[in-house]
C-alpha cells in the first residue's frame, strides 16, 4: 500500500488527487491550514478509513517537522498548497507582505517539506512540486507569481540532484478550472476560462483530475527526475 502526503490537499487538484489515490487503495494524508476545510474534505472523500487529515502551516518550520513525526514513514509526498490571494497585482500595486505570504506558501512551503520529509522516503520515494504556466507564460499583474513559479522548477532542478536517488519533480499545469481562479478572477473567472479555452489547442481548459494523472505519473515513473511536466492544454504554442 503507497503512503501518500500531500500538503494542500483539501481542496482543487490536492483534493482531486487524495480521491483519486483513494480509490487505488492508498494510505492518504491531507495536511491543511484549517480544520474547516479539512472537514470539508473528509466529508468530500466520504469518510475513507485511509485517510488522515492533519491541520498544519506549511510555512512554520515547527509545525512541518512535527507533521512528519506524526505521518511516519511515506512513500510519496506532493505539495499543491498556494496562498496567493492579493498576489495577482501590478507592479506599482504589489503589497510585499502579500508577496512573502505568496513565497511563503509556494516556495519555501515545498523547501520546508522536502527538508523534514526526505528522511520519511525510501530510495524509490518521490516528491512532486505544482508550478505552473506564469513562469514560462506571464500576463501584466502576474510578476510575483511567475518568480515563484520559475523559483520552485528550479528547486525541483536541485532537489533532484542532491536528494538522489529519491525523485523530485514538478508538474506545471496551465488553466484549469480550480478554486485558485476565484483569487485570480472573481467574478471575471468564467468568462476568462471561456476565452483562454477557445484559444488552446486542446479546445477546453484543464480539470483537476487532468493535474491528478499528471502528478500520478511523476510520482509511480521511476525513470522520471529533475522535470518540469507541463500539463497546459498546448498553451505554451499559443
Known amino acids: ?41 473528509r466529508e468530500t472523500l466520504k469518510h475513507s478509513p485511509q485517510l488522515t487529515t492533519i491541520a498544519a502551516d506549511v510555512t512554520q518550520e515547527d509545525q512541518v517537522a ?7 514513514n511515506l512513500d510519496h509526498i506532493v505539495c499543491t498548497a ?35 520529509g526526505a528522511p520519511m522516503l525510501p530510495a524509490c520515494g518521490s516528491i512532486t512540486f505544482t508550478t505552473g504556466i506564469a513562469y514560462c507564460r506571464p500576463a501584466a499583474r502576474g510578476s510575483v507569481v511567475a518568480a515563484i513559479n520559475g523559483g520552485l522548477n528550479s528547486l525541483a532542478y536541485a532537489l533532484a540532484v542532491e536528494l538522489a536517488p529519491i525523485r523530485v519533480n514538478a508538474v506545471s499545469p496551465g488553466w484549469v478550472d480550480s478554486p485558485i481562479w476565484d ?24 480539470h483537476v483530475d487532468d493535474i491528478a494523472d499528471a502528478i500520478c505519473f511523476l510520482m509511480r515513473n521511476r ?16
Open 1 to 41: 500500500m503507497e503512503r501518500v502526503l500531500i500538503a494542500g490537499g483539501s481542496s482543487g487538484m490536492g483534493l482531486a488527487l487524495a480521491e483519486r489515490l483513494l480509490r487505488e487503495d492508498c494510505a492518504v494524508t491531507i495536511m491543511g491550514r484549517t480544520e474547516a476545510k479539512l472537514a470539508m474534505a
Open 66 to 72: 512535527a507533521l512528519f513525526a506524526k505521518c511516519g
Open 82 to 116: 498556494a496562498d496567493i490571494g492579493g498576489a495577482y497585482q501590478l507592479l506599482p500595486d504589489i503589497d510585499v507582505a502579500v508577496m512573502r505570504k505568496a513565497m511563503d506558501s509556494k516556495l519555501l512551503g515545498p523547501l520546508l517539506l522536502a527538508k523534514h
Open 183 to 206: 483569487f485570480v478572477a472573481g467574478d471575471a473567472k468564467a468568462g476568462m476560462l471561456e476565452g483562454m479555452a477557445s484559444k488552446l489547442p486542446v479546445g477546453r481548459i484543464g
Open 223 to 238: 525513470f522520471t527526475t529533475g522535470s518540469v511536466l507541463h500539463v497546459d492544454g498546448g498553451h505554451r504554442l499559443v
